[in-house]
């Protein structure tokens, strides 16, 4: 089955920096899109970043833009998400999500997420 597990979360300062990585199994990773959303306390669901199966191709959020960068390796079957510059609006659980297609667009599978804490 479908499996996504997120890891590198923590509490970081502002301006402190986290690489988060999602580990993949139960389908084969380089043919779909991979995304991260975060969710915060009381907020909506957010997207954050996204990138096309093969990797050519990937999209920051406005929000995030020049802070945030994501990337995968499909040898590995692990997608980041490298946080610089972190603050306080940050913090945040932190999901990996499954594309439904091989470019950015609809998800269909969830991980648990992990949770980002940005405070000095």
């Known amino acids: 089955q479908v499996r996504l597990v997120e890891s590198g979360g923590g509490l970081a300062p502002p301006g402190g920096s986290l690489r988060l990585s999602c580990k993949a199994s139960?389908?084969?990773?380089s043919h779909w899109a991979m995304r991260w959303a975060r969710q915060a306390p009381g907020k909506g669901l957010e997207w954050v970043a996204g990138i096309f199966s093969d990797g050519s191709d990937s999209h920051v959020e406005d929000a995030v833009r020049g802070r945030f960068h994501i990337w995968r390796d499909n040898t590995n079957n692990t997608v980041y998400l490298q946080m610089n510059n972190l603050k306080p609006e940050d913090t945040a659980l932190y999901l990996c999500?499954?594309?439904?297609?091989?470019?950015?667009?609809?998800?269909?599978?969830w991980g648990q997420g992990t949770q980002v804490t940005v405070s000095s």
């Open positions: 139960g389908f084969t990773f």
């Open positions: 999500a499954k594309g439904a297609y091989t470019v950015i667009g609809a998800v269909d599978y």
